[in-house]
């Protein structure tokens, strides 16, 4: 029942995908194609991240194979960007991951990201997640807690690197705010779109 709504979703998004492109000008080609599966994944990572708070190894593996081989069959000038991007975009989130900041299935969908976006663009995606995400989390923290939370928060968690002899650690619920997790695939979504259609040029044209 999980991906049941995802499958009945899915033809939509292959839709608003295509006519994205077409607002945006990008004519079809083997890059568009390439970009589209990458977009669906994310779409499908999303739903998933958000609702299980999971990115399900299928969809990841059979995702990876599938832009690889489109890079291969379509787009063999560009496979040498794809696995740059796909090293590069692995290694950045994998930081996080074994900081015991992040889940693998985000590592997994960032590697899918770099191979199918190129390591200029993979990494302008990834950034403007994490962006997209400490955004999120910060106003989540005020939302709930309060302005003076977080400063608070962030005095105790920044003060106490520098000058740990002075100043305490983050309390147990500071700490608990600081490691709770942002589902990270829907800011993946959200950060494909917005530089694949050229970002704020894109969304406020006229």
Not at 74 to 86: A, D, E, K, P, Y
Not at 178 to 194: D, G, R, S, T, Y
Request: glycine letters at 8%; a neutral charge.
């Amino acid at each position: 029942m999980k991906y049941i709504l995802i499958l009945l979703l899915l033809p939509i998004f292959v839709i608003l995908y295509f006519y994205l492109c077409k607002v945006a000008g990008q004519e079809p080609s083997a890059d568009t194609i390439i970009v589209g599966i990458v977009f669906i994944t994310l779409f499908i990572a999303a739903v998933c991240d958000y609702k299980m708070r999971k990115i399900p190894n299928w969809l990841t593996y059979s995702a990876f194979c599938i832009v690889i081989l489109f890079q291969l069959i379509l787009n063999r000038q560009n496979i040498t960007n794809s696995f740059l991007g796909m090293i590069i975009c692995f290694g950045i989130v994998l930081i996080p991951y074994l900081l015991r900041q992040g889940g693998a299935g985000d590592v997994k969908l960032a590697a899918v990201i770099g191979a199918g976006m190129g390591f200029q663009n993979g990494i302008t995606i990834i950034a403007v997640s994490y962006i997209i995400a400490a955004t999120l989390g910060l106003i989540g923290i005020i939302w709930d807690k309060g302005p003076v939370f977080l400063i608070t928060t962030i005095y105790h968690r920044v003060g106490h690197w520098f000058l740990p002899l002075w100043i305490d650690p983050p309390s147990e619920e500071q700490q608990h705010w600081l490691k709770e997790p942002i589902p990270l695939a829907p800011c993946f979504f959200v950060a494909l779109i917005f530089v694949f259609f050229n970002g704020l040029e894109f969304l406020f044209q006229k």
